[in-house]
């Protein structure tokens, strides 16, 4: 099975994205990619295996590129407007796969858009099944937004990671108590999961 190219319409112009349609899929999975001014795109190695373990879990996949970012039009905003083209890709997919339920999964700065997306989607009465949130960039939530309460949260952080701190991640899933969710440590594991991304994959496949 092949991603296929597909062009969807953002809030600022055309988004690239790549489609990836299972037979019979149990879900759709959307997945989001690190930062974008950093070199991040959904091509990414992180995206790349979160994508390939929802396929193989039989989730339906879409990864999409931010704005400004490869073929995608518009230009960086790094914060809501990369949410609010996660939005347009979330819509886009449950318009097309209505009856599907939706997982969300997403990398650094795209954990902070999955985190961000899942709050707005729940706030406005649609279901998240599940959202996966690695090495996220829990620094940019800022406070008082509205999270998910409804769908199952996983949590996982590289104890060495070199980008985001875990102390400041460990402290957000401290304070985010009394939102039932599994925070796991992967130990030894830097950011981009160098010669741990089958660790990654292996945290992930069994809780989708």
Known sequence: MRETPVTLEGPVGALEALLLEVPDAKGIALVCHPNPVQGGTMLNKVVSTLQRTAR???????????RGTGASEGAHDMGLGEVDDAESATNWLRARYPDLPLVILGFSFGGFVAAA????????????????????????????????????????????????????????????????????????????????????????????
């Open 117 to 208: 997306l899942a709050g707005r989607l729940e706030a406005r009465d649609e279901t998240v099944a599940k959202l996966f949130m690695v090495a996220p960039a829990v620094m940019r939530l800022p406070k008082g937004m509205e999270l998910s309460t409804q769908s199952s949260m996983t949590i996982i952080q590289p104890d060495a990671d070199e980008v985001i701190a875990p102390e400041e991640v460990y402290a957000w899933s401290q304070g985010y108590a009394e939102r039932p969710h599994e925070l796991l440590k992967v130990a030894e594991c830097g950011h981009f999961f160098h010669g741990k991304l089958t660790d990654l994959r292996d945290l992930v496949q069994p809780r989708l």
């Open 56 to 66: 193989d879990a039989g989730y339906t996949t879409l990864r999409f590129n931010y």
